[in-house]
Nanobody
Framework: VQLQASGGGLVQAGGSLRLSCADS????????SAWFRQAPEKEREFVATISRSGGNTFYADSVTGRFTISRDNAKNTLYLQMNNLKSEDTAVYYC?????????????????WGQGTLVTVSS
């Protein structure tokens, strides 16, 4: 599993962004995957997770109803659609994979990480 995140940028509050995370390895379909984020001077926090098949998802309370996680296993790609963005969503967003358990929300549950992509929401 080799993850490469992209799609971050600068957006106004209320706007939308779509993050992508491509896996150049061959084991993407074997694991549950997730998105985390880390704001300046804060710990990395869970955002959303999705099962191997994509049939089940789970979100942090702070993004429920605004963010949607999805995956395309044929393309080995994970997505995060972010709508109605708020200034508090500003962070570096990381994709993660390698968890054998769906709904894992701890950083330690994931073996593989992308390099992060910066999302900045201006108010």
């Amino acid at each position: 599993v080799q993850l490469q995140a992209s799609g971050g940028g600068l957006v106004q509050a209320g706007g939308s962004l779509r993050l992508s995370c491509a896996d150049s390895g061959r084991a993407f379909n074997n694991y549950a995957s997730a998105w985390f984020r880390q704001a300046p001077e804060k710990e990395r926090e869970f955002v959303a997770t999705i099962s191997r098949s994509g049939g089940n998802t789970f979100y942090a309370d702070s993004v429920t109803g605004r963010f949607t996680i999805s995956r395309d296993n044929a393309k080995n790609t994970l997505y995060l659609q972010m709508n109605n963005l708020k200034s508090e969503d500003t962070a570096v967003y990381y994709c993660a994979s390698g968890s054998s358990t769906f709904r894992a929300t701890r950083v330690q549950s994931y073996a593989y990480w992308g390099q992060g992509t910066l999302v900045t929401v201006s108010s």
